[in-house]
């Protein structure tokens, strides 16, 4: 029974509420990582969330219902996981994996995972693999691998394997393994 005391009390020393990087959460941290619960600046962990409103750097899992507000989408930095459950945007970029269950999407750049219920898109540039149930598009370039049930698109260059039931199409050039059953196109 003491040696159980001794663990719980030295584990809830460890265990700290930081309220510096807060912007409206409860953070529990040991060594800079752990949970938070609410809206907080910079975290490294799990990051549980309504909606991102002030969110600048996030390294793990950032969970959230809602999209990203337009504050978020103009700094937020995530390197893990990204999911929001109704909303698409998620931030400025993504390194590593997003989900969203209607859409997922970044103002800059995605690189290595996005999956997105109807539809994936960045302002600039995605990489990877990205599938979009309706559409995948991004701003200016495509690369590595992109499937959806409707449209890719890209308002520069598409590369890699690209399949879609309708179009795939870019502003630029498209090279690689392209399939849809309407048509291909490319404005170069």
Do not use: H, P, Y
Request: proline letters at 0%; charged letters at 15%; one cysteine or more.
């Amino acid at each position: 029974m003491m040696l159980r005391l001794l663990i719980l009390t030295s584990v809830i020393s460890l265990a700290t509420t930081d309220t510096s990087n807060a912007g409206s959460s409860l953070d529990l941290t040991i060594n800079g990582k752990g949970l938070s619960m609410g809206d907080s600046r910079r975290f490294a962990g799990l990051r549980l969330n309504f909606m991102d409103r002030q969110l600048e750097r996030m390294a793990g899992v950032n969970f959230t219902i809602w999209r990203a507000s337009r504050q978020a989408m103009d700094r937020a930095e995530i390197d893990g996981v990204a999911i929001s459950l109704l909303g698409a945007g998620m931030g400025r970029n993504v390194r590593g994996a997003m989900f969203g269950l209607l859409g997922a999407g970044v103002k800059e750049d995605a690189k290595w995972l996005t999956v997105a219920g109807i539809a994936a898109g960045t302002g600039r540039s995605m990489s990877g693999f990205t599938f979009g149930c309706v559409a995948v598009g991004a701003g200016r370039s495509l690369s590595g691998i992109n499937l959806a049930g409707a449209v890719v698109g890209a308002g520069r260059d598409v590369t890699g394997i690209s399949l879609a039931a309708l179009a795939v199409g870019a502003g630029g050039s498209v090279q690689g393994v392209t399939a849809s059953l309407l048509a291909v196109g490319a404005g170069e």
